[in-house]
């Protein structure tokens, strides 16, 4: 772990420690055990489709590879998400063992690595109506809040960082070819052929439909994850409203931009869960509750997922333990 992503992390778990003394410890644990473990049973379930819409919106944005199914994309996508929840400190994370779930043939690493990296662009871009509809529905909802500012400055920056690589095409492009040379210095077995970074790159971008499929889904993923906000806080016994949820959730999604540099955002979506539920009156150990359950459901699905993955995919675990090893 570099220490630099170690002492964001550390300053990031101590904010929360904070946050939850503040909230009231005993609160918290409180809240949280009104869930129960079917009412996390109920949340991880109801994730899976929203995984699922994400694994084809990652087949989309590598231009529907005709070699590799759907169904492999959106197992892929499970583990890539898993890594990141599980192994938030590994080198690459979850975007190496996504690739590798993808298949293990030499020219997976190029059409991987690639169709992730313009999926990552369609996701982020994707995020931006998001954010404005919470905004918006939050202006509508109390219009004499302050953290409408706050969120339309984390809407400008995510807007930036997703014109970034939009603009910079060429740069983008020469930018994947460092990475696979990179990674195929670590696992040679999977170096891609010359140009075939270029070539998948150059195929992706030329499906302007699939491409428009693919932030057509990762925009219905963003707003579902409002019905999601909606069913956790009303598990935990919070009277929102969908339209109170969207503003929750979607403030979280937004003020988590700057959160990038933080392994798993620590600290900050408890910060902005904290921020986005006192616009509607909601304690802020009830706040917290709804965030640390939503760590344990994606705890709780990544854990089973990379589980399966390794009971099923001898060569998955060489990768896991490779990629986790300290650079």
Excluded: N
């Excluded at 982020?124 to 109390?142: D, E, G, H, I, R």
């Excluded at 016994?237 to 990038?260: C, E, K, M, N, S």
Aim: glycine share 8%.
């Amino acid at each position: 772990m570099r220490r630099g992503t170690a002492f964001a992390f550390t300053l990031g778990v101590a904010a929360a420690a904070v946050a939850t003394v503040y909230a009231g410890a005993g609160a918290v644990a409180r809240a949280l055990a009104s869930l129960h473990v079917a009412g996390l049973l109920i949340l991880a379930v109801l994730h899976v489709p929203v995984g699922i819409a994400l694994g084809i919106a990652w087949w989309f944005a590598s231009g529907r590879d005709p070699q590799i199914s759907r169904v492999r994309f959106c197992w892929a996508r499970f583990i890539r998400d898993a890594a990141a929840e599980v192994l938030p400190f590994a080198q690459l994370g979850g975007f190496v063992l996504g690739v590798r779930a993808l298949g293990s043939g030499r020219s997976v690493l190029a059409r991987g690595a690639v169709s992730m990296s313009v999926d990552l662009v369609m996701e982020l871009t994707a995020k931006l109506p998001y954010v404005a509809a919470a905004l918006a529905t939050l202006l509508l909802l109390a219009p004499d809040t302050r953290l409408a500012q706050p969120l339309a400055v984390a809407l400008l920056v995510t807007c930036a960082a997703a014109a970034i690589p939009l603009l910079a095409r060429t740069r983008l492009g020469t930018t994947l070819e460092r990475i696979a040379r990179a990674i195929s210095r670590r696992w040679p077995a999977a170096a891609a052929p010359e140009g075939d970074v270029g070539a998948a790159f150059d195929r992706a971008l030329a499906h302007r439909a699939a491409l428009l499929s693919s932030f057509a889904l990762h925009v219905c993923c963003w707003f579902l994850g409002a019905l999601e906000a909606w069913v956790l806080l009303r598990l935990l016994g919070a009277p929102v409203t969908l339209l109170q949820a969207l503003a929750i959730d979607g403030t979280v999604a937004g003020l988590r931009t700057f959160g990038f540099l933080v392994p798993a955002a620590a600290g900050v979506q408890e910060a902005s869960y904290l921020i986005g539920a006192s616009v509607f009156g909601i304690p802020p150990a009830l706040a917290l509750a709804a965030s640390f359950a939503r760590r344990a459901r994606d705890l709780t699905l990544g854990a089973a997922t990379l589980a399966l993955a390794v009971a099923t995919d001898r060569g998955l675990l060489p990768a896991l333990k490779t990629d986790t090893r300290s650079p």
